[in-house]
């Protein structure tokens, strides 16, 4: 079974972030049904479309695209297309909360959030221990945090 992440971060406010994240889910999907990933008979794998927001003002644009879409007369409003997305609003997450968290992506938040060099350092221990114990299958996403660590 694959089970599809999709992440798309944000720092800047979008109104029609649903469009968007739709639009990838279902071009994803028509790969799959073109590569033969999927076939008739199957169904398509679940996808948790997700943003990660940094923006310093509050999210305020939907969470799922039917309420972007005008309200058709009559019954056919259960036509609309409908999907959800989760949002990180990552600013507005608890620092103690991140910390007691202990998984990468919280370390990252934390990092991120840092307002000095010092700051960041706890957090940066953590995700270097993490670096340790974490296998070879795992060395492309060390050195993009790395490399993303050293431009921040």
């Known amino acids: 079974m694959f089970v599809y992440l999709l ?58 695209i039917k309420a972007l879409i005008e309200s058709p007369p009559g019954g056919l409003s259960k036509y609309l297309p409908s999907m959800r997305f989760l949002l990180l609003e990552e600013v507005r997450m608890d620092d103690d909360e991140l910390e007691n968290m202990c998984n990468l992506v919280a370390q990252i938040f934390r990092i991120e959030k840092s307002e000095t060099v010092k700051a960041s350092l706890p957090p940066l221990f953590s995700f270097i221990e993490w670096s340790k114990r974490a296998g070879a299958q795992q060395d492309s996403l060390k050195r993009a945090i790395k490399v993303w660590f050293t431009r921040a």
């Open 7 to 64: 992440i798309e971060f944000q720092t800047k406010h979008e109104p029609f972030m649903g469009v968007r994240l739709a639009n990838y889910v279902t071009l994803l999907y028509q790969d799959l049904i073109a590569t033969g990933e999927v076939s008739a008979g199957q169904l398509l794998p679940p996808v948790l479309p997700m943003v990660v927001y940094r923006g310093e003002q509050r999210w305020t644009s939907p969470l799922d």
